[in-house]
C-alpha cells in the first residue's frame, strides 16, 4: 500500500468517524476529546495516530437495555435449568442464540439468514408462520420478542392482522406433551399496536392466544426492574409454558 492510498483511507475513515461522532455529541464532548488527545500525545509514545472520536461514551453507568438483558438472561437460565437435548429458537436475538447454542445443541429458525456463523448453532431459515418441524414434536422452543411483531412488516414479513395470533398457534403446534416454550411480549393495560414496531398485549390476551398452555412461570420488566407482579403500565412480560397434552 502506497502513502497516498495509507492518507487517503485514514482521512476517510477519519472524517467518517468524525461525522458520526458529531452526530451524537457536545460541544463539551469535543473539549474533553481534543485536551485528552494533547495529553497522550505529549507522553511521547510515537505511535502512529489516526483520530477515530469516539466521545459519548463517558457515561455515569455502563448504558444497558433493560428489556434484552432481563429477557435474555431470563430465557438463558430457564431454558438451562429445563436442560433440553436440543433447543429451538425461533427469531429470538441473535446474542441469546448464539450463547444458548455453547450449552445445549440449539436450532435457530428466522426469515432473516444469520450473517455470521458458529459450529454449536445450526441455522435454518423459515417463518414463525410454517415452521418447519412435525405436529408436537419439540421439547423446547423459544420465541423472545417475537410474536409482536409478525404481520406488521418490519423485519419483511407478510402485513397480516392476524400475525401474532397464527404465529402464537404455529408455536403451539410443533410443541409435543410435555414441552417448553419460553416467550416474551410487551404488556400493558389494552391491546394495542405500536405501528409498525410490534403490537402490546393485555395478560388476559397473552394467556388466550397460547391456550391450552399452562403457565410455569411469569416474570415483568418495568424501566430498570425485573420483578415478578404485573402492573397496570406497559412493560414486558416474559413467560414459560408448558404443554400439557
Request: charged share 25%; aromatic share 14%.
Amino acid at each position: 500500500m502506497n502513502r497516498f492510498t495509507e492518507f487517503f483511507l485514514s482521512f476517510k475513515w477519519t472524517l467518517k468517524a468524525i461525522l458520526q461522532a458529531v452526530n451524537r455529541s457536545r460541544p463539551r464532548d469535543w473539549l474533553r476529546f481534543w485536551s485528552d488527545k494533547r495529553r497522550y500525545v505529549a507522553q511521547g509514545s510515537g505511535e502512529e495516530i489516526v483520530h477515530f472520536p469516539i466521545i459519548n461514551e463517558w457515561t455515569q453507568q455502563t448504558p444497558i437495555d433493560p428489556v434484552y438483558y432481563y429477557q435474555d438472561a431470563w430465557a438463558f437460565e430457564r431454558i438451562f435449568k429445563f436442560g433440553p437435548e436440543r433447543h429451538i429458537d425461533v427469531g429470538s436475538h441473535h446474542k441469546l442464540v448464539a450463547l444458548l447454542s455453547k450449552v445445549v445443541p440449539t436450532t435457530m429458525v428466522d426469515i432473516r439468514p444469520l450473517a455470521l456463523s458458529l459450529d454449536s448453532l445450526e441455522f435454518i431459515e423459515g417463518s414463525i408462520l410454517a415452521l418447519p418441524f412435525a405436529d408436537q414434536s419439540l421439547t423446547s422452543v423459544s420465541s423472545i420478542c417475537v410474536v409482536e411483531h409478525i404481520g406488521l412488516g418490519r423485519y419483511g414479513d407478510p402485513i397480516d392482522c392476524e400475525g401474532t395470533r397464527k404465529a402464537a398457534k404455529e408455536l403451539i403446534r410443533v410443541l409435543r406433551p410435555g414441552g417448553r416454550l419460553f416467550i416474551s411480549v410487551p404488556v400493558g393495560n389494552r391491546d394495542f399496536v405500536y405501528y409498525n414496531a410490534h403490537r402490546v398485549f393485555t395478560e388476559a390476551s397473552v394467556l388466550q392466544l397460547f391456550e391450552p398452555l399452562r403457565v410455569i412461570e411469569k416474570r415483568y420488566i418495568y424501566g430498570n426492574e425485573f420483578v415478578n407482579d404485573l402492573r397496570s403500565d406497559t412493560g414486558t412480560g416474559c413467560y414459560e409454558f408448558e404443554r400439557l397434552s
